[in-house]
């Protein structure tokens, strides 16, 4: 047990934190960083220029607290969403992480249970942890897939409070139909089990691909999650909402930190909403970048999960972590999930897109997986 460690452990913690690590990727710095799938083409010199402006404008404020409310932009969400949706559906906070932490104090807590489906986004978990929520693991299929009917049966039999489902799933990358949605809602109706649906990367998925967005009317334990860190480029201003009742809303405030969303962050959310259009179209080519990930991987031998996001799960690496580490070498820094036989690569510009696959080519000759 190293010093650190041995200091943390001599507080009063809660017994259901000791032994826990902090969430974290690698921060490294190399030349190509495809490892959290942020969105790496960046922010528009003309958005930049908007946020700035609006940034200055609220700045003469700052000795007054901001909209507790934050009405404006829950109303510029509403609109951003559609589905017939208004300000009393929407609420936001610092990042879709603090949006489902407050979902977990007010429906979660001791005695509570919370059903994830791993592989599955690792905060969840931790999430759960931090409220004092028990957490759950389900099960997927061999393939990762998880259907509609035994979607549900997990849920008839556990009877959680709370159930994560991630669509597009992190790390995997694939989106789930909107049958599961419905069919877990629907087993969750003895137990009265709120049902997340966590679509941090919908933006990036295939055309025509619905959201369940569309099932909110007469669903009061749904909850749609979204974050602008992804396909706004936005990771850095931390804000993420959700869609749900107007009685949702009402639950989170109850547990909310009085004046949570900083007058920055607001006018920050604004402006990118304000300009949507010029931020979206990094959109369109970070999902060409992706289908070209597949499509190469697949020529290179391995085996690419179908991505509905901004990055590509991937297997048939005989040491994941190895290959990690050459890429690393070469200057491209990709995830390394823990899944044996794979990794996770975002999808960058196609400058770095090509040095990945360029790099990772070149590894895979090494080992004789590829004629040199």
């Given amino acids: 047990m190293n010093d650190q460690l041995a200091r943390l452990n001599r507080l009063p913690l809660r017994t259901n934190l000791r032994g826990l690590t902090p969430y974290g990727a690698p921060q490294l710095d190399v030349p190509i960083l495809l490892n959290v799938n942020e969105n790496t083409h960046g922010v528009p010199a003309d958005v930049r220029a908007a946020i700035s402006a609006a940034v200055t404008e609220a700045a003469a404020g700052l000795n007054r607290y901001p909209d507790r409310e934050f009405t404006e932009l829950r109303q510029a969400l509403a609109e ?204 369109q080519d970070i999902k060409e970048q992706r289908d070209r990930i597949v499509t190469e991987l697949t020529r290179m031998g391995l085996k690419p999960a179908a991505s509905d996001s901004n990055y590509v799960f991937f297997g048939g690496l005989e040491n994941p972590h190895e290959v990690w580490q050459q890429l690393l070498d070469a200057g491209v820094l990709v995830r390394d999930v823990g899944i044996p036989g794979h990794l996770r690569v975002t999808a960058g510009t196609e400058t770095e897109t090509t040095a990945f696959l360029t790099s990772l080519k070149a590894i895979l000759a090494s080992q004789a997986r590829l004629p040199a």
């Fill in 80 to 283: 951003y969403l559609g589905h017939g949706l208004d300000a009393t559906n929407i609420w936001a906070a610092n990042g879709s992480n603090e949006v489902l932490q407050q979902i977990l104090q007010a429906f979660g807590g001791p005695g509570r249970t919370a059903l994830g489906f791993p592989p599955t986004y690792s905060m969840y978990p931790l999430l759960a942890s931090g409220t004092d929520t028990g957490y759950i693991t389900g099960q997927r299929s061999g393939d990762y897939g998880l259907s509609a009917e035994s979607a549900a049966l997990q849920v008839k039999e556990l009877q959680p409070n709370i159930v994560f489902l991630c669509s597009p799933n992190n790390p995997t990358g694939t989106g789930l139909g909107l049958d599961v949605v419905e069919a877990v809602y629907e087993a969750g109706e003895a137990s009265q089990t709120i049902v997340i649906v966590d679509e941090a990367y919908h933006e990036f998925a295939h055309d025509g691909t619905p959201s369940a967005l569309t099932l909110l009317p007469g669903r009061e334990r749904l909850i749609v999650s979204r974050t602008m860190s992804k396909a706004f480029a936005l990771a850095g201003a931390r804000l993420g909402y959700m869609a749900a009742a107007p009685e949702v809303t009402d639950a989170l405030r109850l547990v909310r930190l009085p004046y949570h969303l900083s007058a920055i962050t607001q006018a920050t959310g604004l402006a990118a909403l304000r300009h949507r259009v010029a931020l979206m179209a990094d959109v």
